[in-house]
C-alpha cells in the first residue's frame, strides 16, 4: 500500500512531483485571535495530555503549543517550494489532494525559517529521539485528505516518535485501530502539538478526511530515524498484539510525562512490569 508520508523525493512509490506556482492563496483562511504575534515556543509543555491507546501505544496533544502559528502558516505557504505528487494507488496514477514540502538534516540547506529549527530541537530534546527530518502537507481546502494509513517508520522502529505540529483553519485528525474500528477525532490548527509514539504505528492508523468546507491547514511533521536494535521484541510483540484492534482507552494527563530517552521496553517494564496496565501519572527528571 502507498504511504501517505513517504515525503522523501528518493521514494520508489513516488512517480513524479509537479512544482505548484504560485500556491499563496489562503482560500477561506482567517486569521485567528489566539494565534497572532511572533512565532515561538513560549509555554514549554504545559498542559500536555497524553492518551494511551493500549500498553504499547500513547498519543500527546498540547493545545495552542506553538505561539505565532498564523504569521509561520502565511511565511511557509508563501515561501516553500510546495509540490503535488503523483502516485501509485489502486492500479492507477493519481495526484495526491494535498501540497508536500520536505527536508531532511543531510540536505545542504537548512530549515528555511529558524522557528522550525527551534521546533526541532525542542522536540528532540523533550522526547530523546533526533529529528532528523521535517515534512509538511498543505490541505489547501476541505477537498484536500489524507486517507487511513500508519507511517512507514513501523518497518524497521518499534518505538517511533512522530511529532506534527498544526497551524491555520482547523481540521478533523482522526486515528483508529489498524484495520477498522472506532475512531477518535482530534480538532487541529493553530499551533497544536500533537505527537504519536511508542507502537501506534504498528497498531494505530491515522487520516485527515474530506470535509464539505474548511479553511486551509498546514501540517509539519518531524520524524526520526531507526535506533539501534530497533527490530527487538516489542516490534513483534506490537505486531502479533494488534490485528484485531483491541485497545483499552484512558486518558493521563501529565505536564512533565516521562517519555524521553531510553527503549519504550524498559521504560513500560520499571514498576509494574510489561504487559501490566500502563495507566498512571508519569513524570521526568528533566524541566518542560
Not at 492500479?91 to 537548512?110: G, I, Q
Not at 518499534?158 to 472506532?182: M, N
Request: net charge negative.
Amino acid at each position: 500500500m502507498y504511504d501517505e508520508h513517504a515525503f522523501a523525493p528518493a521514494s520508489p512509490l513516488l512517480v513524479a512531483a509537479d512544482v505548484v506556482e504560485g500556491p499563496a492563496s489562503h482560500g477561506g483562511w482567517q486569521a485567528s485571535l489566539f494565534a497572532g504575534g511572533d512565532p515561538g515556543i513560549t509555554r514549554g509543555f504545559e498542559g500536555l495530555e497524553r492518551l494511551w491507546l493500549d500498553e504499547l501505544s500513547w498519543i500527546d496533544h498540547v493545545p495552542r503549543w506553538l505561539d505565532g502559528s498564523d504569521q509561520l502558516f502565511a511565511e511557509l505557504v508563501a515561501r516553500l517550494p510546495w509540490q503535488q505528487r503523483t502516485v501509485p494507488m489502486y492500479e492507477r496514477l493519481v495526484k495526491e489532494p494535498r501540497l508536500t514540502w520536505w527536508w531532511s538534516k543531510d540536505a545542504a540547506e537548512a530549515l528555511p525559517l529558524a522557528v522550525l529549527e527551534d521546533v526541532r530541537v525542542t522536540l528532540t530534546d523533550h522526547y530523546g529521539r533526533t529529528l532528523d527530518s521535517c515534512g509538511c502537507n498543505y490541505y489547501r481546502d476541505g477537498s484536500d485528505s489524507v486517507a487511513w494509513h500508519g507511517d512507514r517508520i513501523r518497518f524497521v522502529q518499534s518505538d517511533s516518535v512522530v511529532a506534527i505540529v498544526s497551524i491555520g483553519s482547523p481540521r478533523p485528525f482522526l486515528i483508529r485501530p489498524r484495520g477498522g474500528g472506532p475512531s477518535r477525532p482530534f480538532l487541529l490548527g493553530q499551533g497544536d502539538l500533537f505527537v504519536m509514539g511508542g507502537a501506534t504505528q504498528h497498531g494505530w492508523e491515522h487520516s485527515v478526511p474530506k470535509v464539505a468546507s474548511a479553511g486551509p491547514r498546514l501540517s509539519i511533521s518531524y520524524r526520526h530515524g531507526p535506533l539501534p536494535s530497533s527490530l527487538s521484541d516489542v516490534t513483534q510483540r506490537a505486531r502479533a498484539s494488534h490485528p484485531s484492534g483491541g485497545a483499552h482507552n484512558r486518558h493521563v494527563a501529565a505536564t512533565t510525562p516521562s517519555h524521553g530517552g531510553g527503549s519504550l521496553q524498559a521504560r513500560r517494564a520499571e514498576g509494574s512490569g510489561v504487559g501490566s496496565s500502563p495507566i498512571r501519572h508519569e513524570t521526568e527528571g528533566r524541566g518542560a
